[in-house]
């Protein structure tokens, strides 16, 4: 057993869309921050935020307005 603490995130640079934890799979665990700093370093997809971890992000990375949309992504991880 690894603890991967910081590199956790780098295994979606490798193609997986969850994790498997503690006999759970999770991906709503995900901090809504750190999904917002995967997409600004393009390690995952706008649509991957959205569909996969239920962050709704608004703005974008190339002017730096890329921004949590608290709201819509309380409202999206609620409906699951």
Known sequence: ??????????????????????????????????????VAEKFVTRA??????GVVLTGNAEDGSLAIDGDATRERRAGR
């Open 1 to 38: 057993e690894h603890n991967l603490g910081e590199e956790q995130s780098r295994i979606f640079e490798a193609g997986a869309s969850a994790m498997l934890i503690g006999n759970y799979l999770t991906t709503l665990g995900r901090e809504p921050e750190a999904v917002l700093e995967d």
């Open 48 to 53: 991957t935020a959205e569909e996969v971890y």
